[in-house]
């Protein structure tokens, strides 16, 4: 997207990033308590909040001053910006290896971890919420992009479930980094895990998540930070190996059985079969 | 939801940025200028963040940059389709491993680059870069896809956390 001329028609995209990564890091780390534990604010989740503000498509008042050309390019450069971050963390993983070999099982079996979205989700999305078949693509992951990928391959995104999971993925990408920074500093204040695990889990989204997640966590335990970016990068990057498969093979099979068994009425059950293809082709999409 | 909560037309999906990309026919050059345009921005936002000099910094993130461009050189070359994130991700262990030579000379450099004000940078874009498509499908979800997304993500990082405790335990790993 208007990468060719770019250099010239974004300068002021990158200053407003620039500033505002400034005034974000002059904040620093606020901490709330919230009596059982602790939500650590980062600079990171502040420079986000404060872009959303200024983005036109958010607030349509900022249309005056920010065009919306800008927020189209600045799309590409999330995962470009996010790069140096992800070196940065790899540069942890490498000296404290040792570390990841022996925790090794553990980072591999915590992938089966991500069907804890189904045991909790599943049931407030079809007892509680009374939701159709939305419900399978919006708890069978995390939904991050190949979860997407995976659901339109099976069912199409114009149908119930694709709704259900660009549901999630997009408050995801709204409000994922504050859900997973809350957590993660309510659970380590709280004190029921350990920081190794903790940190192992904060492999399990997207890079802005894990950033998030490793970031609440470190900055409550600043003496453990290295061990935290290591075993959260390690995880993340099982994650990129294995995610896609164990939503594919695993996550998305039993939702849909675990849908049929609770919904045997909803007509939209006879739309697909159980492991196979689409049935019709609106899938395509 | 009922079919009569759904708006009676969904927004066109088709806009919606979600697609991976194939990273194997990423132009190469524009990436690295952006990638040096982002690098630029965190030079400020490091010298805050850490007491690092400037020089320091610059040379920080110059390796970094350097990891970064060796991953999208793999990412683009190696028959293997990992995102690129992954392959730099990669680079980086490789250049810093204890066992090597050559992580004495790596390692220095970039430790004290701090990688919490690193993700400040693409958290700004990402705010930007929010579309009206994205805002569409937010409102057509409405309140209790939000609170669905919340036990998703909850119940993942839960999950993953649970698991991740009892293997340590059981392997002993945590000591």
């Known amino acids: 997207m208007e990468t060719a001329r770019g250099l010239l028609r974004l300068w002021p995209l990158h200053l407003a990033v620039l500033v505002i990564g400034v005034v974000s890091q002059v904040i620093g780390v606020r901490a709330i308590p919230i009596g059982f534990g602790t939500i650590l604010l980062l600079p990171m989740l502040f420079a986000f909040a404060i872009a959303l503000l200024l ?17 189209a390019a600045a799309s590409p450069l999330i995962v470009i910006a996010i790069m140096p971050f992800i070196a940065r963390f790899g540069a942890d993983i490498g000296p404290g290896i040792e570390l990841v070999i022996r925790s090794g099982p553990a980072l591999v079996l915590q992938e089966i971890g991500n069907l804890g979205t189904i045991l909790l989700a599943f049931p407030l999305a079809v007892w509680v919420l009374r939701m159709g078949r939305e419900s399978i693509g919006a708890v069978h992951s995390i939904a991050r992009e190949p979860n997407i990928a995976i659901v339109a391959d099976r069912y199409g995104l114009r149908s119930a479930e694709g709704t259900g999971v660009l549901g999630v993925y997009v408050m995801g990408t709204l409000f994922g980094t504050f859900i997973f920074a809350i957590i993660a500093s309510v659970l380590s204040t709280a004190g029921l895990f350990s920081i190794e695990a903790l940190a192992m889990a904060c492999g399990v989204g997207s890079g802005s998540m894990m950033a998030a997640c490793s970031g609440a966590l470190a900055a409550g335990a600043p003496e453990a930070s ?60 | 939801m009922t079919a009569a909560d759904r708006s009676p037309e969904p927004p066109d999906l088709a806009d919606l940025d979600y697609a991976e990309a194939d990273e194997r026919t990423l132009r ?19 010298a805050i963040a850490t007491e690092l000099s400037v020089l320091s910094i610059v040379v920080g993130l110059l390796v970094l940059y350097g990891m970064c461009v060796i991953g999208l050189l793999l990412t683009k070359h190696v028959p293997l389709r990992l995102p690129s994130v992954a392959w730099i991700s990669l680079v980086a262990i490789a250049l810093t491993l204890p066992m090597l030579p050559w992580s004495g000379a790596v390692l220095p ?56 405790e009892l293997t340590l335990r059981l392997t002993g790993a945590r000591l």
Do not use: C, H
């Open chain 1, 55 to 71: 983005n036109p498509n958010v607030i349509g008042a900022m249309r005056r001053i920010v065009p919306a050309r800008l927020a």
């Open chain 1, 226 to 285: 290295e061990t935290i970016t290591a075993l959260a990068g390690s995880s993340n990057l099982v994650t990129y190996a294995t995610g896609m498969y164990v939503s594919l093979f695993v996550a998305l099979p039993l939702v849909e059985w675990m849908y049929r068994r609770s919904r045997p009425d909803d007509p939209g059950n006879a739309r697909i079969s159980l492991f196979g293809r689409p049935r019709s082709e609106e899938a395509a999409s």
């Open chain 2, 28 to 46: 190469l050059l524009p990436t690295l200028r952006d990638l040096g345009l982002v690098s630029l921005v965190s030079v400020p936002i490091q």
């Open chain 2, 109 to 164: 450099l970039v430790e004290g680059i701090d990688f919490l004000a690193l993700a400040v940078p693409p958290l700004a874009y990402a705010g930007f870069a929010i579309s009206g498509m994205e805002m569409a499908v937010m409102r057509r979800s409405g309140w209790k896809l939000l609170i669905v997304a919340i036990f998703v993500f909850a119940g993942t990082y839960i999950g993953s956390a649970v698991i991740a």
